[in-house]
């Protein structure tokens, strides 16, 4: 038996500023952000087919999240494993890209980079509640209530058109690199549970108590998606930063500097919704 309480659902066109996702885990192994620069000092002047993946989370291992993304079985330990790890909130993130590079002759100085890439971001927010419920079901929430207030998911699909230069004799040794990227947004999905967000579940299972306070933004659902589709337009940059050093101990190591995605995309009035749906 499912109860609900009364409430309405408003739906409200409008446009829609979206701040493409700066890229700050808090548990990644190896971060292949601003992979042209990154490589240009093994290829040099080169075109570049690249294809890389991030993923991170401060409570799901990364055991638990190759299961989710290649497929496998997770076993009663792994999940339990991750929930010894939850706080009250926890971060989730997932990026995909590949990208076709081309850095071209400058001056004896500074190199050119022109380039194309797709990139697939997820970032989430999630409550121990929003886990455990997902995971294990309503089972452990008898009698209780599962909180899920603050829990939001946000994923989306863009392209971009890359213009840079990298500055590879910086003091002799350093290196810094600057692009420009212009936007073509494809895929926006936007969910956010807002304050008093609850399920409850009654002592013996039988009754539900669906409490519901959402902002949604969606592309466009009547539309097919795939890279020719135009949902909206943006701008971003990049900053990349490198030098060597001599450490305490006197070992050479080499300093990087990495700052993506700095910008927004504004997705189109026609094909973006906002819903604040309560029940």
């Known amino acids: 038996m499912l109860i609900t309480k009364p409430g309405k659902i408003i739906m409200l066109k409008q446009h829609n500023l979206i701040l493409v ?15 042209e620069f990154l490589n240009y000092e093994s290829t040099g002047r080169s075109v570049s087919l690249n294809a890389d993946y991030e993923v991170g989370s401060n409570g799901i291992q990364n055991a638990m999240m190759n ?37 071209v002759k400058g001056t004896s100085k500074f190199d050119f980079l022109i380039g194309v890439k797709n ?5 989430a927010t999630y409550t121990k509640d929003f886990y455990q419920l997902v995971l294990y079901g309503n089972k452990p929430f008898l009698d209780k209530t599962a909180n899920f207030s603050g829990t939001n998911i946000n994923a989306l699909r863009f392209q971009e058109l890359k213009f840079g230069v990298i500055m590879h004799q910086v ?28 399920l409850y579940t009654n002592a013996d299972g039988t009754e539900l ?13 009547g539309t097919k998606k795939n890279i020719w589709s135009f949902n909206g337009i943006g701008a971003s940059a990049d900053i990349f930063f490198e030098t060597p050093y001599k450490s305490r101990i006197g070992r050479q190591s080499v ?11 504004h997705w189109s009035e026609k094909v973006c919704n906002t819903a604040v749906i309560l029940f």
Do not use: P
């Not at 108590?209 to 659902?221: H, Q």
């Not at 300093?255 to 995309?265: D, E, K, Q, S, Y």
């Open 21 to 35: 996702w700066l890229c700050l885990f808090a548990a990644v192994a190896k971060s292949q952000y601003n992979s």
């Open 171 to 198: 003091d002799s040794t350093a290196k810094i690199g600057i692009s420009v990227s212009f936007l073509k947004g494809e895929q926006l999905f936007y969910i956010k549970a807002n304050e008093n967000s609850s």
């Open 119 to 123: 990139q697939e971001i997820l970032n």
């Open 255 to 265: 300093l990087t500097v990495n700052a993506n995605n700095i910008g927004f995309i």
């Open 67 to 103: 299961k989710f993304l290649f497929g496998g079985h997770i076993d009663k330990k792994m999940k339990d494993n991750a929930l010894n790890r939850m706080h009250g909130y926890n971060q989730l993130g997932i990026n995909l890209n590949y990208d076709l590079s081309l850095f």
């Open 209 to 221: 108590i669906f409490n519901s306070n959402f902002n949604m933004a969606i592309s466009d659902t």
